[in-house]
């Protein structure tokens, strides 16, 4: 069976995944962008789209960065990660963060407790739009992903939701060294956790940390 993984995932000391005040020109709220600065700097980012004043990093975080994309056939993602719109839909005219051809070239199966029908982007990306819950939803990524793997992209409550559930194999976890005070906590009601994987760290020159869980046994 396909793996359910988890990839460049950032948190604060302080465990929080994302800022407070998601707006339009604000994805990760308060935060802006400092969460990802790591990532910014990394080729496989800079390939995706984002700029940086650096040249482009091919170093330990590069190496972790790129793991995201290969064997994946599918991602899930939360409403918020996908934009910053609640409640129902008033138009269809948003289409996610990413420009018309997204960076996911893959199926992706957006939660949220409003649907709407399929968006078809350039570059074989499909936002598909579910009301389901983490087991339900996961049946329905595999379903789209044939052979390859399954990867829980966030926001954050979507990641605790499927560890909640139990359903994550594999999470790359990276700690930044700021502290935000405030927004959405990854690891809330997750006592135990570390129980679950075998979990590696490996420090970056960059100063963040990069925390592998690998599920100690297969479902």
């Not at 070239?105 to 407790?113: E, N």
């Amino acid at each position: 069976m396909s793996l359910v993984r988890v990839h460049n995932f950032s948190v604060s000391l302080d465990g929080f995944g994302t800022g407070e005040g998601q707006q339009l020109d604000a994805p990760f709220g308060h935060a802006g962008s400092r969460l990802m600065e790591w990532a910014i700097a990394t080729r496989t980012f800079r390939e995706m789209g984002l700029h940086g004043e650096s040249v482009a990093s091919f170093g330990v975080d590069d190496a972790f960065a790129s793991a995201w994309g290969p064997g994946i056939g599918v991602e899930i993602m939360g409403r918020n990660k996908f934009g910053p719109v609640r409640g129902p839909w008033e138009d269809e005219e948003w289409q996610g963060w990413w420009g018309d051809n997204p960076v996911f070239h893959t199926p992706v199966v957006v939660l949220t407790h409003h649907p709407r029908p399929v968006l078809v982007m350039d570059g074989g990306t499909t936002f598909h739009f579910v009301d389901a819950d983490p087991l339900s939803a996961l049946e329905q990524a595999r379903a789209l992903a044939g052979d390859r793997h399954v990867r829980v992209g966030g926001g954050v409550s979507t990641v605790r939701q499927f560890l909640e559930a139990d359903l994550i194999d594999h999470m790359h976890i990276v700690l930044v060294p700021i502290v935000l005070g405030r927004g959405e906590r990854l690891w809330d009601e997750l006592e135990g956790l570390e129980q679950r994987f075998d979990i590696e760290a490996t420090p970056s020159p960059s100063g963040v940390v990069h925390l592998v869980f690998t599920r100690h046994t297969a479902r």
